[in-house]
T-cell receptor, first 113, second 113 residues
C-alpha cells in the first residue's frame, strides 16, 4: 500500500523566514495531496492541497509543489508568524477527493519570535 | 459552511469496557466517512472507510468486531471501541467528504485506565 514519509520531524525557523516541509510517497497512482495542521490537543485543520494535474499551487503565504517524477511534494510557508507553530501533516490519496488518506509522520514547526 | 462535530471530545474508560463515539456532518451531506486514530506520538492511521451504498471497508489491523461502525444516513456516523485496552488510547478523528474536500472533526480523545 501507499507509504508517505515526512522528512523533517521538527523544524525551527525565525519569524519572517520561510519554512519548508518535504514529503515523499510511494504509490504512483496517488493523485491528491492535502496538508493539515494540528495545534496542541486539537484535531486536524485543512491547510492547502494539490492535485496531480498541476505542479504548483499558492494560497496567500502557502505554496505547495508537486514533483510527480520524484514522487515528492512540499509545503512552503513564507513570512512565517508565531501562530504558524503547530504540527503539520502531509497526506496522499489515490482518490482525487481524498476519501482514504495515508498520512506522513508529522513535522513540528516552531516559529521563534 | 461545512462542519464536522464529534462527541464526546474526551472520554475515559476502564480497561476492558467499551466506548461509543459519534460524528455529525453539518451543512453538507457526507458521501463517505473515514475514521482515523492517532496513537500517542504517532501519525494518523485509517481504521475504516464507510461510503454510501457500499460496505464499510476496514484497514489491516482493524476489524469490525473490535471497531463496529454505524453509518445510517448521510450526516451521521458512530464507532464503538469494544473491549478497550491501553493500546487503543489516542485521538479518534472522523473525516467526512461530500465529493470534494475531506472535513475533519475535532476528534474524540480516548484515555484507557
Amino acid at each position: 500500500g501507499e507509504k508517505v514519509e515526512q522528512h523533517e520531524s521538527t523544524l525551527s525557523v525565525r519569524e519572517g523566514d520561510s519554512a519548508v516541509i518535504n514529503c515523499t510517497y510511494t504509490d504512483t497512482a496517488s493523485s491528491y495531496f492535502p496538508w493539515y495542521k494540528q495545534e496542541a490537543g486539537k484535531g486536524l485543520h485543512f491547510v492547502i492541497d494539490i492535485r496531480s494535474n498541476v505542479d504548483r499551487k499558492q494560497s496567500q503565504r502557502l505554496i505547495v509543489l508537486l514533483d510527480k517524477k520524484a514522487k515528492r511534494f512540499s509545503l512552503h510557508i513564507t513570512a512565517t508568524q508565531p501562530e504558524d507553530s503547530a504540527i503539520y501533516f502531509c497526506a496522499a490519496s489515490i482518490n482525487n477527493a481524498g476519501a482514504k488518506l495515508t498520512f506522513g509522520g508529522g513535522t513540528r514547526l516552531t516559529v521563534r519570535p | 459552511g461545512a462542519l464536522v462535530y464529534q462527541y464526546p471530545r474526551r472520554t475515559i474508560c476502564k480497561s476492558g469496557t467499551s466506548m461509543r463515539m459519534e460524528c455529525q456532518a453539518v451543512g453538507f451531506q457526507a458521501t463517505s466517512v473515514a475514521w482515523y486514530r492517532q496513537s500517542p506520538q504517532k501519525t494518523f492511521e485509517l481504521i475504516a472507510l464507510s461510503t454510501v451504498n457500499s460496505a464499510i471497508k476496514y484497514e489491516q489491523n482493524f476489524t469490525q468486531e473490535k471497531f463496529p461502525i454505524s453509518h445510517p444516513n448521510l450526516s451521521f456516523s458512530s464507532m464503538t471501541v469494544l473491549n478497550a485496552y491501553l493500546e487503543d488510547r489516542g485521538l479518534y478523528l472522523c473525516g467526512a467528504r461530500e465529493g470534494g474536500e475531506q472535513y475533519f472533526g475535532p476528534g474524540t480523545r480516548l484515555t484507557v485506565l
